[in-house]
Every structure is written in structure tokens, then in C-alpha cells.
């Protein structure tokens, strides 16, 4: 009996994660990007064309480089953002609707920007992954993995972002333990950024409603 050959992760999820990040900048004010609010997009869609076009091209080295190069960017973006965000607490002049519409959109931004590194850099990354076909090992020990019936599951990109969303709500992984030191230096900085938009901006929000 012949194996069926193992399907090709799709990588639209992952497309459409980093543009709808640059599409969050698109709601926040310009004090609060670093230039104008539509230059990550900007950004990211120039890294984005040579991104998916090496994947095509069969130059996995080129396209995890510039994959990393934009996970990069953005979660500098980020962090530049919710440090304006923070350090303008104290002046108290920002509007209640403007600082929740900023706390909601960077704190969408973290979960997805997260989801994407984890997805790049656990296991080798997507490239990596499919030359193995199954997932035996790696950075994050997901049920999957201890399941014998299913020999040839991989991790798609919804699992990496179930495992950030539940990092930004629950400051844990929950249900898929974490296994690598550098994904545990990840989960904590995305931990810690989730909770100053949460804990700390949304709840002066409210209080000033």
C-alpha cells in the first residue's frame, strides 16, 4: 500500500495575519506610529511580494529570512506603540473611546504578530516541518503529538495562533506545553505586553469613561 503524499501547508493564514496587522495600525492615531499610521502596511506589504515570491520560487532560505524580517518589524512596531501609549497615561489627555480603540487594536496586534513567530521558528519553521510530514518534536508539545493514530499531523498557523491567543488571555499556553527556552522568552514578552494593554491602559480607559 502506497502512503498518500502529505499536503503542503497553506500559507495564506499567515499572509492574511501580518496584513491585517498593518491594517490594526491603520485605526491608531499617528501619535501613536511610528510615522505615518499607514507605513507598516506600507512595509509590510514590500517585504510580503519578495516573501511569497521566493516561497514559490522553491528558495526556502530567502523566505524564512524576510518572514523573520517582518515578524521583526512588526513586533517593534508594537512594542514602540504601546510605549507612547503607556508613557502618555499619566498626562491624561486622550479620549476614553481613542485609548480602548488603541489598547483592543494592539493587543489584537500582539496575538497575531506572536502567532506568526511562533509559527516561523517552532520545529525549524513551515519549511522544515513539511520535509519531516509528522510533527514529532519541537518547541511546543501540542496534544497532537501523543496521539500514535495520527503519525503525519503538523501544526498549521491556527494552531499557533490558538496557542498566542491563549498566551495574551490566560498568560499561559493552557493546553500545549512549552518545551524550548527561547519559545519560553517569547511567551513571557508577549505575556508582559498583553498585559500592559489590558491591565493597565484598558483599566485607566474605563476609569476615565
Given at each position: 500500500?502506497?502512503?498518500l ?12 495575519a501580518?496584513?491585517a ?11 501613536l ?15 510580503l511580494?519578495?516573501?511569497i515570491?521566493?516561497h ?16 521583526g ?8 506603540s504601546l510605549?507612547?501609549l ?10 476614553a473611546?481613542?485609548l480602548l ?10 496575538i497575531?504578530?506572536?502567532?506568526s513567530?511562533?509559527w ?12 519531516r ?9 501540542f ?13 498549521g ?9 491563549n498566551t495574551?488571555?490566560a ?6 506545553p ?8 517569547l ?14 491602559v484598558?483599566?485607566?480607559a474605563?476609569?476615565?469613561?
Amino acid at each position: 500500500m502506497t502512503d498518500l503524499p502529505i499536503p503542503i501547508e497553506p500559507r495564506w493564514p499567515a499572509v492574511l495575519a501580518v496584513l491585517a496587522t498593518g491594517g490594526l495600525y491603520l485605526v491608531l492615531p499617528e501619535r501613536l506610529t511610528p510615522g505615518p499610521n499607514w507605513l507598516l502596511l506600507g512595509l509590510i506589504t514590500a517585504l510580503l511580494i519578495p516573501t511569497i515570491m521566493s516561497h514559490r520560487a522553491g528558495n526556502a532560505r530567502l523566505s524564512y529570512v524576510l518572514g523573520l524580517c517582518m515578524s521583526g518589524m512588526i513586533t517593534l512596531a508594537l512594542a514602540w506603540s504601546l510605549g507612547v501609549l503607556i508613557a502618555g497615561l499619566p498626562d491624561k489627555r486622550q479620549p476614553a473611546p481613542e485609548l480602548l480603540r488603541s489598547a483592543v487594536a494592539l493587543w489584537i496586534t500582539n496575538i497575531l504578530v506572536f502567532a506568526s513567530w511562533y509559527w516561523r521558528l517552532d520545529a525549524g519553521g513551515p519549511f522544515a516541518r513539511e520535509r519531516r510530514g509528522s510533527h514529532t518534536e519541537g518547541a511546543f508539545l501540542f496534544p497532537q503529538m501523543t496521539i500514535h493514530p495520527k503519525p503525519a499531523w503538523r501544526p498549521g498557523f491556527v494552531d499557533y495562533l490558538f496557542l498566542a491567543f491563549n498566551t495574551s488571555t490566560a498568560f499561559s499556553p493552557t493546553d500545549v506545553p512549552v518545551l524550548s527556552r527561547w519559545a519560553k522568552v517569547l511567551m513571557m514578552v508577549q505575556s508582559s505586553i498583553s498585559l500592559g494593554t489590558l491591565a493597565i491602559v484598558a483599566a485607566r480607559a474605563i476609569n476615565i469613561l
